[in-house]
């Protein structure tokens, strides 16, 4: 379901290799909602949040920088945007997710695939 497609390359390699990782991230989500032997997923999903979390971290740093190599001016408006991301997950309620994880596998799949689609087509497609 999740997978880097050509509308999302922004032709700066760094940038669309950095994405497809990101891509990968909510696959793994994907495939842990559609597995049905694994009837606790509280760990995987912890582990999941946990790896995009460090990865977007370092994404986020590593576009600024770009940005910032460019001179692109919208750099600060971007960079917010970066921070309501990383906002949302520090504030995920674990007592929630653990109570009901299909439920909270499903609204972290729509709000990555979401963030994701419209973040690089509508937001970083203006700096290239």
Known sequence: MFEMKDEYY????????????????????????KDEFVPDKFDYIVKILGDLKEYTIFHFDSEEKYMQSISHKMFFSHK????????????????EIEKDQDRAISEILKFLNNWLV???????????
């Open 80 to 95: 917010l945007e970066h921070q309501e991301f990383i906002e949302k997950l520090n504030n995920l309620d674990w007592n």
């Open 118 to 128: 419209n973040h690089i087509l509508y937001t970083d497609k203006k700096y290239v």
């Open 10 to 33: 922004l032709g700066v390699e760094e940038m669309d290799l950095e994405h497809k990782r990101l891509f990968e991230i909510a696959e793994e989500a994907y495939q842990l909602s």
